[in-house]
């Protein structure tokens, strides 16, 4: 297993359109993180699945996104309507239920820049 | 409000001698504190991590100690190396080693040789 997968790297995109994003956890993990990450910020939590239940969502994740994991496996984060303040690394990260005192593997993101 | 808070942006040390980042937090419910590298381009690496229960853990270079009283963690890292060069995350969750993290902002750590 490589790691926690993120695609695309980089998108661009117009005010007002939708963006997708995809993250490929590692394949053992049931749990999966998305955060955000702005310019001199720590990452900022959005949502995290356990298998392919939505357990918790952060009040930063308003009406325009939405995540899914529908078998459990990979997941995709949608933003809809995009605006410039969307602009963000998008972090993806996966853990194992029981994983002791190890903190969870992120993937590399994906840069989002809004025109 | 920032709840876990690092209030050093950078950090600049010579090769061979400690590093020390701090970090504090203001939520008590915190039972759960990691630190992350972070190199450019790359998502963050999770470094090392402690639970509420103990005050010190150690992993080769890298020690973390927890001072619950005050609300203080810290990471010390000897000896500092040149590829320690990276910005480093403190995290805390309220849900053990499972829960969402709260991440400060970072301090970048320049090591020169």
């Known amino acids: 297993d490589t790691g926690v997968s993120q695609d695309p790297r980089h998108k661009i995109t117009k005010r007002g359109q939708n963006v997708t994003f995809r993250c490929d956890p590692i394949?053992?993990?049931?749990?999966l993180y998305w955060y955000r990450q702005t310019l001199g910020q720590g990452p900022e939590f959005l949502t995290y699945f356990q298998n392919e239940a939505q357990l918790e969502k952060s009040r930063l994740l308003s009406d325009r996104f939405s995540a899914e994991r529908p078998k459990g496996s990979f997941s995709t984060l949608e933003i809809q309507r995009t605006e410039q303040g969307d602009s963000a690394m998008y972090l993806c990260a996966s853990s194992p239920i029981s994983s002791g005192y190890h903190g969870y593997t992120f993937g590399s993101g994906t840069r989002l820049t809004v025109v | 409000d920032q709840q876990v808070k690092q209030n050093s942006p950078s950090l600049s040390v010579q090769e061979g001698r400690i590093s020390i980042l701090n970090c504090d937090y203001t939520?008590?419910?915190?039972?759960?504190f990691l630190w992350y590298k972070k190199y450019p381009a790359e998502g963050p690496t999770f470094l090392i991590s402690?639970?509420?229960?103990?005050d010190k853990n150690e992993d080769g270079r890298f020690t973390v100690f927890l001072n619950k009283s005050a609300k203080h963690l810290s990471l010390h890292i000897v000896p500092s190396q040149p590829g320690d060069s990276a910005v480093y995350f403190c995290a805390a969750s309220a849900g053990g080693s499972q829960g969402n993290l709260i991440f400060g902002k970072g301090t970048k750590l320049s090591v020169k040789p």
């Open positions: 402690i639970s509420s229960i103990k």
């Open positions: 394949s053992e993990h049931n749990r």
């Open positions: 939520n008590s419910m915190f039972d759960y």
